[in-house]
């Protein structure tokens, strides 16, 4: 649990966290989508482009 107590409050909160597998899965699937879009869009992005051109600085 974590305990917190708001700004005004008189009283400290208690918030529940579980720790559970399902947690950690969810977050390296985030991860893992994340980091493919991230590198598979440019990369199909600068597939299109002609290496000729981009030495001749034309992109």
Known sequence: QVEIKPPGATEIVHLP????????LLAASF??????GAAYLPARKAGRVQP????RGMA
Request: glycine share 6%; charged share 5%.
């Open 17 to 24: 966290i579980y720790w559970g597998w399902e947690q950690y």
């Open 31 to 36: 991860a893992l989508a994340s980091a493919v």
């Open 52 to 55: 000729v051109t981009i030495l």
